[in-house]
């Protein structure tokens, strides 16, 4: 950014104080999800408090003591605002929680969220020193800049009936943490002269913003943005573990480590040896969940448009991974005229049609099939519904069983993944059936890599503590 005074050898020019940043909106995923599961990370040891109006108090305050404002370390922007509005707003759990679901506060007379600058940390070495990144699956946006701070601005006050709308522009309104701003700039309010700044406040003029004069009339500073999407290098970067307590430093040496050879048939052995004919069996002993589960699930689909069969051809839903039907009765059915239903155990499927009882077992199709070797027909399928079955795949089959079922779709019409994820490592691997829970951007790598689009993620709510989160992920070509 440039800035000059016109004609700075005339005596009428008078000082000007100048502050500029650039005020662009980042969101690496798309316009539905926002910017919640997209990660942050600042180089900064401090930041600049600010009063009721968002005014900075002059004080700067170093991250050390305050916690929720601390992204030195990265992290997720979901959790950082849960923070937020517990610490800073004095809601509970719950009501962050909610609020986060629904992307609004408008129970809140005033927006929350984070709209602070940072003091960037001094960097030797470089003459444009790392502000910061912004990541998602495998997107990554480093800013640099050779300003002294950086405003943090989480898109608090999009949607605010008062403001001007994009609708217009963007054929969507944007509302509350549909994206970030990373707006390189001197320290906001800072044009008063530092001659007047006591001892708590000396530090912030080190961000002072420049004065243009006739013996400096010029302004410069700089600002660089890096976007990349690597795939190359990914699996390298991730670490996890087992049930048998071994740590693994990467994809590649976790599954080194397993015998493929007898993957899939333990996994098929536990399942006989330990999973009943009953809802309470085919969820691992936790049946208690699925009327929520449902529900959860039943609002998502509600916010997909389901395509329509012009040709007048019954609209044809496909479970995955079915067990004995408990989303085909529960869900899928309402949704479409028939329902074809995938499941590797014939015990578990032979079981389905008691279960849907006749009306509903009269919609369906019924394939015994491992969901690795299944193939399943071109344009057939509107929804294609994937629940806590992929976990039992590897990677190669579980990208070349997306890519299969994107082929069986009509026109519009979506895969929907609903799976367990981990959030402190990329995997856990489970010794005894055979299974993966992955993190979410482990799973956003495979379905990239898939060729398919997240066109909306949301996460399933009121499941208890001990369950691994599970997000809901809507697919399309």
């Known amino acids: 950014m440039h800035a000059e005074l016109n004609n700075p050898g005339e005596g009428t020019v008078k000082e000007t104080p100048i ?23 600042v180089e900064s040891d401090s930041y600049t408090p600010v009063d009721k109006n968002f005014i900075p108090t002059r004080e700067v305050r170093s991250l050390d003591d305050d916690g929720v404002m601390d992204f030195r370390q990265g992290k ?67 800013i640099y800049s050779d300003a002294p701070g950086v405003q943090i601005y989480t898109a608090n006050n999009l949607g ?4 001007s709308s994009s609708v217009d522009v963007c054929k969507a309104e944007y509302g509350p943490w549909s994206a970030v701003c990373l707006e390189t700039q001197h320290f906001p309010d800072s044009i008063s002269s530092a001659k007047t700044a006591s001892s708590s406040t000396r530090d912030f003029w080190a961000g002072k913003c420049p004065i243009l004069t006739n013996a400096e009339p010029t302004y410069n500073q700089t600002m660089v943005m890096h976007l990349e999407m690597d795939h190359s290098n990914a699996e390298a970067s991730y670490f996890g573990s087992d049930t048998n307590g071994k740590k693994y430093s990467s994809i590649e040496e976790m599954w080194r480590n397993q015998d493929s050879s007898t993957w899939y048939t333990r996994a098929k052995g536990w399942y006989e040896d330990n999973c009943p004919s009953t809802i309470d069996g085919v969820l691992g002993g936790i049946g208690h969940i699925s009327c929520k589960d449902l529900e959860g699930s039943r609002e998502f689909l509600k916010q ?24 085909t009765k529960g869900l899928l059915l309402d949704f479409a005229d028939r329902c074809d239903l995938v499941e590797s155990s014939s015990r578990l499927l032979f079981s389905a049609p ?74 856990v691997v489970d010794m005894d059936d055979a299974s993966i829970t992955r993190s979410l951007e482990y799973w956003l790598d495979l379905i990239a890599k898939s060729g398919l689009q997240v066109k909306r993620l949301t996460w399933q709510n009121n499941f208890p503590d001990e369950i691994f989160p599970v997000p809901m992920i809507a697919l399309q070509k």
């Open 76 to 142: 997720r922007l979901r959790d950082a605002l849960e923070k937020y509005a517990i610490e800073k707003m004095d809601l509970s759990a719950q009501q962050s929680q909610e609020h986060l679901a629904a992307r609004n506060y408008s129970s809140l007379p005033i927006p929350y969220g984070f709209d602070h600058n940072y003091v960037v940390r001094k960097q030797r070495g470089t003459s444009l020193p790392k502000i910061g990144f912004l990541t998602y699956g495998l997107r990554r946006l480093t």
């Open 160 to 163: 605010d009936s008062d403001q």
């Open 304 to 327: 997909l448009k389901l395509p329509s069969r012009a040709d007048g051809k019954a609209s044809v839903a496909c479970e995955c991974g079915a067990g004995i039907g408990r989303v």
């Open 19 to 41: 502050n500029l940043a650039n005020h662009s909106y980042f969101n690496l995923g798309d316009q539905e999800n926002g910017i919640l599961d997209h990660y942050l990370q």
């Open 354 to 427: 008691d279960h849907l009882g006749d009306s509903s077992s009269n919609k369906c199709r019924f394939f015994c099939a491992e969901l690795q070797d299944w193939k399943p027909g071109a344009n057939k399928y509107s929804i294609v519904w994937i629940q806590w079955a992929l976990c039992y795949l590897t990677d190669f089959d579980i990208v070349q069983f997306l890519r299969r079922c994107s082929l069986s779709l009509v026109e519009g019409g979506w895969i929907v993944l609903k799976e367990n994820t981990c959030e402190d490592q990329a995997f």
